[in-house]
């Protein structure tokens, strides 16, 4: 256990952490601000009364400016850098203010800095490392009081003990949601590269064992002194199917950079539904027998405004889940067809393979919301938000065991 934390410990101190690219812009603030500050509260530039509060302001100044020349001072030297980075934020934020706080007795003026200051460390590290500094800013500072300014005590003027430290509690506390707001965002950030990671590797496994399967199959043909008629058909044949597995590939790799996509208004264009569904068919890698499963109504063609391109990944989505249930529990087919409603062109799209349990149905248009394994819960969520742009939407239907229909509204272009 105590290795365990050890690690831990080390893994904070010699790593960049998030709040590196913010360095730079730390260190030109603070370092113009130090100075500037000391000018503003003693316009007459006087040292009596005033000198300490120099001396640490030149101090701070000088650390800030080792900041800003990083690359020329440590150049790729980063565990040293991640020390300097962590050592001048102490400095310059919990140990700089808690003294002149202390030093000039916790008036208004340093309380608000000091408050200021607790805002800023929990805005730079997780709240974790932001309490370590607090901490250690703040003893040594109450440290260096001590021995300063002999014997030790605290005056805080007009403002009670309890006053002092319930605001200093309540910044600490606010701060520390923020913090943890931040961390929830970087959270959801890293659950959604290892869901794409996941589908990537799941999805492309499959068409790299076939790849693999044929390209063994083909070289052990070519080794043969005589092959059969039917033989050379095949070999002949190879690199058709070849090329419908990497087009296959592909097509996963489309889709899912697409979910990540947003419209550009340049991009939106009059397009035709039964072109938009024809292409998304023709385009889609389909098996002879997935094919056979969809199923389209004759319908009266109509118009809407958006993107081309998101709108066939709306139904390779939809295609997606609807084969993969299908094949999952071996029954089923899709049906297609268009009613009209007040205001709104209305494409169906349902299959009959297993159904969406009452519990989900709340929660399936929700970002990174998924039961399948390799699920990343963003490609339903992907649909809604092509439907919202182009001023539509999309709802679910379903009964668990029999079906689920989606209903995708299309305002009526006139």
């Known amino acids: 256990m105590d290795k365990f934390w050890y690690i831990r410990l080390k893994e904070k101190l010699f790593s960049l952490d998030i709040s590196q690219p913010m360095m730079r812009f730390f260190g030109v603030v603070m370092a113009v601000n130090y100075p500037l500050y000391w000018v503003i509260w003693n316009p007459d530039l006087t040292l009596q009364g ?8 030149v101090i701070a100044t000088l650390l800030c400016l080792g900041l800003v020349l990083k690359d020329q001072l440590f150049g790729a030297k980063s565990k040293f850098l991640s020390i300097y980075w962590l050592g001048t934020v102490v400095y310059c934020l919990p140990f700089f203010f808690s003294f002149m706080t202390l030093v000039y007795h916790a008036s208004v003026v340093w309380l608000m800095g000091l408050v200021s200051s607790l805002f800023f460390t929990f805005l730079l590290f997780d709240a974790g490392v932001a309490l370590a500094v607090l901490i250690v800013g703040s003893a040594l500072a109450y440290g260096l009081y001590q021995i300063w300014y002999p014997p030790f005590y605290v005056d805080l003027g007009q403002i009670s003990v309890f006053d002092f430290g319930v605001t200093l509690f309540a910044a600490i506390l606010i701060g520390s949601l923020f913090a943890h707001k931040k961390g929830l965002i970087v959270h959801e950030k890293l659950t959604s590269l290892r869901g794409l990671a996941g589908t990537v590797a799941h999805e492309m496994r499959t068409p790299l064992a076939v790849i693999n399967l044929e390209a063994g199959w083909l070289k052990n043909k070519l080794k043969q002194p005589r092959l059969t008629k039917e033989d050379i058909n095949a070999v002949n ?4 199917r070849l090329m419908a597995t990497a087009n296959n590939a592909l097509m ?8 990540l996509k947003v419209a550009a208004p340049s991009e939106m264009q009059f397009n035709q539904m039964s072109s938009i569904l024809n292409q998304s068919l023709e385009s889609y890698p389909l098996s002879e027998l997935e094919l056979a499963k969809i199923n389209i109504a004759t319908f009266d063609d109509f118009i809407f405004y958006g993107d081309p391109d998101l709108m066939r990944h709306v139904i390779y ?3 997606k889940n609807s084969l993969h249930y299908i094949k999952a529990v071996r029954k089923g087919e899709i049906y297609i067809w268009i009613t009209r409603e007040k205001g709104y062109n209305v494409l169906h799209f349902k299959d009959t393979a297993r159904g969406i349990d009452p519990v989900d149905l709340p929660y399936l248009f929700n970002r990174f919301y998924s039961k399948r394994k390799y699920g990343t819960g963003l490609g339903l969520a992907f649909c809604r938000r092509v439907m919202l742009d182009l001023g539509g939407k999309i709802k679910c239907d379903s009964v668990l065991g029999d079906y689920v229909e989606f209903t995708l509204y299309f305002p009526v272009v006139k």
């Open 317 to 319: 989505n939809l295609l």
């Open 237 to 240: 044949d190879c690199p058709n």
């Open 50 to 57: 005033h000198f300490v509060d120099l001396v640490l302001r």
């Open 252 to 259: 996963v790799i489309d889709m899912l950079l697409a979910n």
